[in-house]
């Protein structure tokens, strides 16, 4: 095993048709770079029993505490409509907030990586912001500017507007905790691809909008979806911002989230663990998008530059 | 605006994208923001410090930060070990382990609260050979850092396997050469040259678990004084009604973040000079 790996670093092929089944297994000759076979087996032993433990158990305790009354329980509980109303608010949250949020992550990507201008560093640390703050608070300035205690919650009230404790504010607070996804993902990207192929598509006479659907769009399109999946996840899934502004009014205010709580609190422990179990296929689908996406955006930055990896 | 004057370019958009980008950045971040602060201006300094130094509040700072702390120093320890099978070793199932370290990234995080407080109740899978122990995990300080744990993880990962990647392995056998100890190698050629990335994921992890809602009030019981986290207390004030008083307390947390966030720019800075000068 030892003269495997000093021939992967040595031999470029090798790290092409790098398998996941080999056993480490220890080594005839201790080669200088690497450790002894004992101290790896213990490494790898700790590493992976601390993911079970903080990882995996939790992850299986959601399956089974929600079918643990049986699965006829399970699907009784899922299809109370107070649960269904959770599910449909949560999709149509995500249905605003994802693709919003896209657009701006675009045009943002778009002036900040393809233009020159100063404060360029402030805008892309401005943009950054919503990562930055805690769930609650990002849920908190919301209620500030909206909430009947603000300086244009009178105004709204006397219009029939509501925006805390309602829609509105939900997918306000989802928009702002997804904010960044996008953007960030596209921004340090496009920033490495440069101009020259825009350049070339506009010297050939190509408008703005068919360079950016035919030259920008496709060379982005991997890491776009990246930040889709994530900003999906998150927006269908945040708890804390949207838990300060909805008011929790069952069947109308409530995302699977917070539906989960109102459930846990209320003992109903298998109802909640059946939402919640929702929330974790949802998790896995997107951990294996995502996996499927990186392995995708490898495999563009190697045919670009297949010196690169070697 | 005036500020914002682009150099020549061929490239049509740039003032449509610039401005969408200014609006919304302002209709959605800027202007929200400035909202807590303007209402915190509005507090006298008296009513601010009142809210701020109330015992019960100190208590949830000491509470959060520490906890915080303990969680992120675990992640560091832990991360480092998984970030380096991860990158140097290969072992079967290294691929599912891979994309399960981002887990808590995707996990909605009442349903990682539900599920953590489940497995370490009294009667759970793992809390039921821990009570005869004597160790109690949920509804006490230890289940808020088992929550932080959770949450902070693919931080310190997730920085860190880059960094472990780009090292050259020259180094390592240079140091061998002149006879280091594997150990010796470890300690003064790998870890210096990791160590900003690794600062870097335990400054992210530390902030994310300060700001930690959804995972930890289920497991931590939400006791005044003994496991209440600050993030906790700001919604209990604004279900009184006391918006004045949760708008003080977000400002405190919002100054934390910030200066955490300012600490790992700086660092991000020191590490891009480090490799521009020394390697």
Known sequence: ?310 | MALLRRRHSVLPGFGLTMGYTLLYLSLIVLIPLTALFVKTAGLTAGEFWATVSNPRVVASYKLTFGTSLIAATINAVFGLIVAWTLVRYRFPGKRLVDAMVDLPFALPTAVSGIALTAIYAGNGWIGQYLEPLGIKVAFTSLGIIVAMTFIGLPFVVRTLEPALQDLEREHEEAAAILGASRWQTFLFVILPAILPALLTGFALAFARALGEYGSVVFISGNMPMRTEITSLLIISKLEQYDTAGATALATVMLLASFSILFAINALQWWLGRRYQGGL
Do not use: C
């Not at chain 1, 006829?72 to 299809?79: C, F, H, I, N, Q």
């Open chain 1, 1 to 310: 095993m030892s003269t495997a790996t000093a021939l992967s670093v040595a031999n470029p092929t090798e790290v092409y048709t790098e398998t996941e089944t080999e056993v480490v297994t220890p080594p005839v000759v201790q080669s200088a770079t690497s450790e002894p076979w004992w101290v790896r087996w213990i490494l790898i032993a700790v590493s992976v029993s601390f993911l079970l433990f903080f990882l995996f158990i939790p992850l299986a305790a959601v399956f089974a505490e929600a079918l643990r009354k049986g699965l006829g329980t399970y699907v009784s509980s899922l299809r109370d409509p107070n649960a269904w109303s959770a599910i449909q608010l949560t999709v149509i949250t995500a249905l605003i907030a994802v693709p919003t949020n896209l657009v701006f992550g675009l045009a943002a990507a778009w002036s900040i990586a393809k233009f020159e201008f100063p404060g360029k560093s402030l805008l892309i640390t401005l943009i950054d912001i919503p990562f930055a703050i805690s769930p609650v608070v990002s849920g908190l300035i919301y209620v500030l500017m909206f909430g009947a205690q603000s300086s244009l919650g009178p105004w709204l009230s006397s219009h029939g507007i509501q925006i805390i404790f309602a829609v509105p504010g939900i997918v306000l607070a989802t928009i702002f905790v997804t904010f960044p996804f996008v953007a960030r993902e596209l921004i340090p990207l496009m920033q490495e691809q440069g101009t020259e192929e825009e350049q070339a598509a506009i010297s050939l006479g190509a408008s703005g909008w068919q360079t950016f659907w035919r030259v920008t769009l496709p060379n982005v399109k991997w890491a776009l979806l990246y930040g889709v999946i994530l900003s999906n996840a998150r927006a269908m899934g945040e708890f804390g911002a949207v838990s300060v502004v909805s008011g929790h009014i069952r069947g109308k205010t409530n995302t699977m989230p917070l539906h989960v709580e109102i459930l846990y609190n209320e003992y109903n422990f298998v109802a909640a663990f059946a939402v919640a179990s929702l929330l974790a296929l949802l998790a896995l689908v997107t951990l294996a998008l995502k996996s499927l996406v990186e392995w995708q955006m490898h495999r563009q930055s190697l045919e670009t530059s297949p010196s690169e990896e070697a």
